[in-house]
């Protein structure tokens, strides 16, 4: 079980994928949708052990790697400052995992992207061009 690390990002989950945003260091992450409903039962009460399970359960023989694509997923959400451990128990894996349109385990994964951090990270009233508005910062 999950949190979003609100003091570091911004989430939003719509057509079945999430964006995250820093506001700290302006990087923006990107999930497919398989990892978008993944970090989505984690911060809604289901532990990576569910989930591994209820995949094992789906995929059968390849989901046995479930447990170890799942630990690496939560570990690299954990090193991005994304989630924090915490939150409710609640929420069932199964449902999460029967959400997934694939025919096999999927791959999990988080695109990281730094193309605007600079503009994203600007103090709009202290560190923009006055003339020229945000997103100029000044010289």
């Not at 052990?49 to 059968?60: M, T, V």
Request: net charge negative.
């Amino acid at each position: 079980m999950y949190i979003f690390n609100e003091e570091k990002v911004f989430a939003d989950f719509a057509d079945d994928q999430y964006i995250v945003l820093n506001h700290v260091n302006g990087e923006y992450y990107s999930f497919d949708k398989a990892s978008s409903i993944v970090l989505k039962a984690l911060t809604e009460g289901c532990s990576a052990e569910n989930l591994a399970q209820a995949f094992c359960k789906r995929y059968g023989g390849e989901g046995s790697k479930a447990s170890e694509s799942i630990n690496s997923f939560v570990e690299r959400l954990t090193e991005l400052g994304i989630i924090l451990p915490g939150g409710n128990k609640g929420g069932k894996a199964e449902q999460y995992v029967a959400a997934i349109d694939s025919e096999k385990m999927p791959e999990l994964s988080c695109e990281v992207f730094t193309d605007v951090a600079d503009l994203l990270t600007v103090d709009p009233i202290h560190e923009v061009d006055e003339e020229a508005g945000w997103p100029h910062k000044k010289s």
